[in-house]
């Protein structure tokens, strides 16, 4: 049995080093077809940039600026949006006032959002913003669906047993609602990334990797705009995968398993 699991775990490694080489040769193969750096950067170039990135003071302090404002903004969203879901299912009032403005801000360009942000808040904190009313709408819908698709039969026996509001939460709504979670979050995170750095380029706050990029397009350094914008897929990838893992790992805690 543990045979024929590492053959598949190394199956699968296999398979996506193989597709990942493939995806290299068809960049490369453009790169030498356009044969200008400034165009299209190499694989080889983009890596010399990224070893450059990385030996200077300066990029970190640019990704950890960018990640404070980024995930202050998602975990304002995520918190907020849950207590507003929470507050809708059980007051059909406020549900009615607040979806018409949810599905406004879920609807809205981004462009919009980070101009209004720039001309409401300046520009220290704009991805901050930008983060919090992207992820707002989302966990509110996600989370609001998932109190609503409740089985109404598990929640009368629990107020005829009168079990205590933390067990019920604890016991039904949290192993009910975690897909819905973690539906928010995958889609949330993914935003976060793409409309933080996106109003920083616009924003130029200091010690921002928007900042970078910016400077970056300025000088026409292709290959340092490629090794920003792989660092920027590298970080979401991973706070994504981090973050679901501690909601997984917190949900089987909480549940006792």
């Not at 949330?188 to 409309?195: E, Q, V």
């Amino acid at each position: 049995m543990r045979r024929s699991t590492l053959w598949k775990n190394k199956k699968e490694l296999i398979k996506r080093l193989s597709v990942g080489a493939f995806w290299l040769l068809v960049w490369q193969a453009l790169s030498v077809a356009v044969g200008q750096e400034m165009l299209l950067a190499s694989p080889a170039a983009t890596l010399r940039a990224l070893f450059d990135l990385f030996s200077t003071a300066d990029t970190y302090r640019a990704i950890g600026g960018s990640f404070v404002r980024i995930f202050s903004g998602f975990a304002l969203g995520m918190a907020l949006g849950a207590l507003l879901a929470t507050l809708s299912y059980r007051f059909g009032g406020i549900k009615v006032l607040l979806l018409p403005a949810m599905q406004g801000v879920k609807a809205m360009p981004v462009a919009s959002f980070v101009i209004l942000l720039l001309v409401w808040f300046g520009s220290g904190y704009l991805s901050l913003w930008c983060c919090f009313l992207m992820v707002l709408p989302v966990c509110y819908i996600n989370l609001l669906k998932g109190f609503e698709a409740m089985d109404p039969g598990l929640l009368e026996m629990a107020r005829v047993f009168r079990i205590r509001a933390f067990r019920r939460a604890r016991y039904l709504y949290l192993p009910h609602l975690m897909p819905f979670i973690l539906s928010a979050l995958s889609l949330s995170l993914g935003l976060c990334w793409k409309a933080g750095v996106a109003a920083e380029v616009i924003g130029l706050p200091n010690n921002s990797i928007g900042a970078a990029l910016y400077e970056s397009k300025i000088f026409l350094d292709t290959p340092d705009l490629f090794a920003w914008t792989l660092t920027i897929l590298v970080i979401s990838w991973g706070f994504e995968r981090i973050m679901m893992r501690l909601i997984r790992a917190a949900s089987r805690r909480m549940e006792g398993e």
